[in-house]
């Protein structure tokens, strides 16, 4: 893990000198990282002199050409005085200024031996480092875009974080604590995920790619990618996929394709979707570089992105009742704060209980080995045959839209062998309880647009064939299906 903010090394030197100065870089980023604090010129209106501006220009170059390290350079206030701090990103493998290993600790900076190279490159081995807590050096909380900033940490709309410096301060230890930035300051790249205007700058593959495909694969008809912090990429593709790729109204503008929904069931809920995108840019692999990819067919939309739960998971433990176990724990744990998701792993729940409660098709996840996809069926007259043919995928084989979910295939064979049959509301009862078992039979019956007391028959009936169990009390307790 990064060292934390007490144990980051901070130098200070009056004054640059190439080769002691460079020493320093590389014992700070052999340490994990810090910054070198410089005395700065400036004159009495605050002006930076020529010196300290050229300075400025030259450091980060002579690191890198040196070190092959990116550090910032920047004009900060320290106790009073104006000083040029460098921010010394940690060093990815131990590195080394003119074949010597050097090692900052205590206020002095060590040559390393043999055997002390050795435990540093050792330590270096064991220490892994992920994705979203990676700084991005290139970047300032300058860069970031302080109404999302403020909006995270509560801090006032208009600060000017170039007078209020300890409203600056606080802020910046609101986003430490939250793991969207250093101890040395630099935004990380969940940070920079969730907090900058344009991330794919700095992270590759941080976008999403929309194409429309008409009833077939391969190129794209016409296609779109969608750009800004992760917030408002999910904003953006829900409204661009609903105004010009799943279009409601007649006739259809020019340029688009019209989406043929008579006597299908049409396009997927809006909020179904909204949550399907979510899932996909909250739990991305980022490291993978690609962007999450919406597939838009004649008959179906598909989601895709890089990354899936662990991969002991099937299909069936992600449809149930689990534990939450996210790609990127620091993003979304920010994104709980911002009050978008609850945290509870209900995400494929309530994508599901949005289809049903809106009479579209149950969606159809799909696991593969670095992947997850969910598609949701827009045509009741067509057949489900792109992508679904790997191992841990629903069926492999192409599946009628008409097709009933699984627990209501295992119900109608119950109710077979007991010489009994189910009814359609028994059906649909059953399958709501699938998705969320602790629905009550007023919220049910309202979604099916049916009697309480049709539905209270149903839960007996399903309850006498063993389909489904009381856990709990009738208050606080929740039904299981078997």
């Known amino acids: 893990m990064l060292p934390s903010e007490s144990s980051l090394p901070i130098a200070r030197r009056a004054t640059w000198r190439d080769t002691e100065c460079l020493e320093l870089v590389c014992g700070i980023a052999n340490a994990g990282g810090g910054r070198l604090i410089l005395d700065a010129d400036v004159d009495s209106r605050g002006a930076v002199k020529r010196r300290t501006s050229r300075l400025m220009k030259t450091i980060p170059g002579l690191i890198a050409q040196s070190l092959n390290l990116t550090c910032a350079v920047e004009l900060v206030l320290d106790s009073g005085r104006f000083c040029l701090e460098v921010v010394i990103p940690p060093a990815n493998d131990p590195i080394s ?29 064991e220490v892994d480092v992920k994705w979203e807590q990676r700084p ?57 995920l969730l907090l900058h205007n344009r991330p794919h700058q700095y992270i590759p593959g941080a976008t999403v790619r929309i194409g429309f495909f008409g009833s077939h694969g391969g190129t794209p008809i016409y296609e779109d990618e969608v750009f800004g912090s992760l917030i408002e990429q999910v904003h953006s593709t829900v409204e661009l996929l609903f105004e010009k790729y799943l279009p409601e109204e007649e006739p259809a503008p ?134 679904i043919t790997h191992a841990n995928a629903i069926s492999a084989a192409p599946v009628a839209r008409a097709d009933l979910p699984e627990v209501q295939q295992t119900a109608r064979a119950r109710a077979t062998q007991q010489d009994t049959s189910l009814t359609l509301n028994d059906e649909k009862v059953l399958a709501m309880l699938d998705i969320d078992g602790r629905l009550t039979a ?19 009936r399903l309850r006498d064939l063993g389909l489904i169990a009381r856990i709990g009390s009738d208050k606080s307790g929740f039904w299981q299906v078997q």
């Not at 801090?155 to 606080?170: G, I, K, W």
């Not at 007023?442 to 049709?454: Q, V």
Request: with cysteine.
């Open 254 to 387: 020019h340029g688009t394709y019209r989406l043929g929904t008579a006597g299908g069931h049409g396009r997927p809920p809006r909020d179904a979707v909204h949550e399907a995108v979510l899932n996909a840019l909250a739990h991305k692999n980022y490291d993978s570089g690609a962007p999450v990819q919406v597939s838009v067919f004649t008959d179906r939309l598909c989601i895709d992105n890089v990354g899936r739960p662990p991969r002991t998971w099937t299909v069936g433990a992600l449809l149930g009742r689990h534990t939450s176990r996210p790609n990127n724990p620091n993003l979304v744990a920010a994104l709980r704060s911002l009050g978008i998701i609850d945290g509870w792993s209900n995400g494929v729940s309530r994508i599901r209980m949005s289809c049903m409660e809106a009479g579209t098709p149950e969606p159809i996840f799909e696991l593969r080995d670095d992947e997850t996809m969910v598609c949701f069926p827009m045509d009741s007259d067509s057949l489900l045959t792109a992508s």
């Open 136 to 192: 991005v050096v290139q970047a300032s909380l300058d860069d970031l875009n302080m109404g999302l900033v403020t909006r995270f940490t509560g801090a006032a709309r208009d600060t000017d974080l170039t007078v209020d410096l300890d409203e600056a301060s606080a802020i910046e230890q609101t986003l430490r604590h939250a793991g969207l930035m250093t101890g040395v300051g630099t935004p990380t790249n969940a940070g920079i």
């Open 97 to 125: 200024f003119r074949g010597i290993f050097f090692f900052y600790k205590d206020g002095e900076n060590h040559i390393l031996d043999d055997e002390a190279l050795d435990r540093l490159m050792q330590r270096d081995m």
């Open 442 to 460: 007023p919220r049910i019956a309202k979604n099916l647009n049916i009697s309480e007391s049709t539905v209270r028959r149903s839960f007996r």
